[in-house]
């Protein structure tokens, strides 16, 4: 007898990423993020910034924004912007090899990581998760997904983030600590990554607080640009 698939309650919406110039959409599974990985940032966060093993914590799928304005959280007063180039997986497994980790790639593209970062710091002070300040509702906006089939892998070029007209962040892909193979290879011997999985890479130096009114206009040079407004 086949099992119904009747649920007791309605199912959640599925979560799509547009993809560029395309009409199909790209579904997502789960959404890791890597901590601290350009040293100029792990710098001004007051951290070692040597090649120290890679840390990573999530968002929800649900807490992709796109296409939409970034709406200020409630209780915090000092919400940072964070730009990150993002990585969509086609395929997965455990234990990757670096060497293959690009076979695993669909494409790229830019997202925002806002932090709460007032509850960051008193969950770090009392040894807490971060979910609080990283996982709430809209605090990932999130570009159009490029193909690698269109941009290659890049391994360099500019990431930058302007507010009101204004360069607050700026740095380079290469300053990686961790490049993308090595970030798929690694995460991959702590969960068994699936297609549909979205890794945000980390961000350079220069993070900020943004306020209500804040035009954000961000970018990975070559892949794909992200233009919002906080409200």
Request: glycine share 10%; net charge negative; aromatic share 6%.
């Amino acid at each position: 007898m086949t099992a119904s698939l009747a649920t007791v309650i309605p199912q959640p919406a599925p979560v799509l990423l547009p993809i560029d110039g395309e009409a199909e959409s790209f579904p997502v599974r789960r959404v890791y993020c890597v901590g601290r990985n350009y040293a100029d940032h792990a710098i001004e966060m007051g951290h070692d910034p040597s090649r120290e093993p890679p840390f990573f914590f999530q968002k929800n799928p649900d807490n992709l924004l796109v296409g939409d304005d970034f709406p200020y959280p409630p209780l915090s007063s000092d919400v940072h912007h964070e730009v990150e180039l993002v990585i969509a997986l086609r395929s997965g497994g455990a234990d990757i090899p670096a060497e293959r980790a690009l076979d695993c790639v669909y494409g790229y593209g830019v997202g925002i990581d806002f932090t709460r970062r007032d509850l960051q710091g008193e969950a770090k002070k009392l040894g807490r998760p971060w979910e609080i300040a990283k996982a709430f509702e809209h605090s990932a906006p999130i570009s159009a997904l490029m193909p690698a089939t269109r941009v290659g892998h890049p391994d360099k070029g500019g990431i930058w983030l302007m507010r009101n007209g204004e360069t607050a962040q700026r740095g380079d892909l290469q300053q990686m600590i961790w490049k993308v193979p090595e970030i798929i290879a690694e995460l991959s011997k702590l969960f068994t990554l699936a297609p549909g999985d979205i890794i945000m890479t980390g961000t350079p130096a220069g993070v900020g607080p943004v306020a209500r009114g804040d035009r954000i206009t961000c970018a990975v040079d070559g892949v794909a640009t992200l233009v919002l407004k906080v409200v």
